[in-house]
């Protein structure tokens, strides 16, 4: 028999994602934000882990810091970050660090190429990116379903802009761009920071209501962020923000019905993928700059439409009587 309980923020465990260049401090930050987030004994070496795919730059911070890790070499397939997070399970790990899942998004994009080759026509490449796609959801499953703490980082795009400096001067400044990763999938967790070159990191979105969105995390990240998040999980969250100044809780390209990630989209992107839609002609269709702009009012309008075509093609392929 099925039956409900009292929901508790004790049962729940954080999933968490760090954004930002290379060498803004991603690593480094996740770290002494998983020291707090798992407590006072984050001296024993067997509660914090970190999936290193960076050629083992998380070791570099090993001399300040305890934790465990698996150096994953290429090819970064899907299923190998799926057994790494159950093996941190078993293993009695509180919280994993995984850096980076750009490594990832990149190996379901390889192994979707390998299917291509491996099967060549136009119309294998619509289920070879649905089986890739599936692949990237797996373990994106196992992440969100996981009794434990997770932590990814994502390496972001790098771009250059002219800024002035203090004596009017153009000088150029390197910025971040979009995650490397699936668009939109990032918003399946909890709490997103975003890191600068400066090392200064700001949310971009944040469930908790600890981490005003779009305003910087004085000084930085530390052990006290994960320490604050622990207390939010806990019950023994420090002073909240006053209710007349409510935080939101996703960034604001976002509406209120909006979500980049709901069985809407999901099946709409299903669709386009058996189409053979890629992500730039479905945003030209749908006029958003991203799935992350793609609410569930739009989604469930574009269906029918992406039904009636995908059974226009099946049609067309069928031989004649």
């Given at each position: ?43 024993d070496s067997g ?53 980076s899942g750009s ?219």
């Open positions: 028999m099925i039956q409900f309980k009292q929901a508790t923020k004790q049962a729940a465990f954080i999933k968490l994602c760090i954004t930002g260049a290379s060498g803004a401090g991603k690593t480094m930050s996740a770290i002494r934000l998983a020291k707090g987030l798992v407590g006072e004994g984050a001296l509660k914090i882990g970190v999936i290193d795919t960076e050629n083992g730059s998380a070791s570099l911070y090993s001399d300040r810091y305890q934790f465990l890790t698996i150096d994953m070499q290429p090819p970064f397939q899907a299923e190998k970050f799926s057994e790494a997070i159950r093996a941190a399970e078993q293993s009695g790990l509180e919280c994993v660090i995984i850096d490594h990832l998004w990149e190996g379901v994009l390889d192994y979707k190429d390998n299917l291509d080759k491996a099967r060549s026509g136009a119309n294998n490449s619509f289920t070879n990116w649905k089986e890739a796609g599936r692949k990237f959801k797996e373990s994106i499953d196992t992440i969100l379903q996981s009794k434990i703490h997770v932590i990814v980082c994502l390496r972001s795009k790098q771009e250059y802009v002219l800024e002035q400096d203090s004596r009017g001067k153009n000088v150029p400044k390197r910025v971040g761009m979009a995650p490397v990763f699936r668009d939109g999938a990032e918003f399946e967790f909890t709490v997103i920071f975003d890191i600068n070159y400066t090392n200064s990191a700001i949310g971009t979105k944040d469930r908790t209501g600890l981490f005003p969105v779009d305003q910087p995390i004085v000084p930085h990240i530390t052990e006290e962020t994960g320490q604050k998040i622990r207390g939010w999980l806990t019950g023994n969250s420090p002073t909240q923000s006053p209710a007349s100044t409510p935080q939101p809780t996703a960034p604001t390209a976002q509406s209120s019905n909006s979500s980049a990630c709901s069985p809407a989209i999901d099946r709409l992107r299903e669709l386009l993928a058996e189409i053979g839609t890629d992500d730039a002609k479905a945003f030209a269709w749908l006029k958003v700059n991203s799935w992350a702009d793609v609410g569930e009012d739009l989604a469930r309008q574009a269906i029918p439409k992406a039904e009636a075509k995908l059974a226009s093609l099946k049609a067309q392929a069928q031989p004649a009587a």
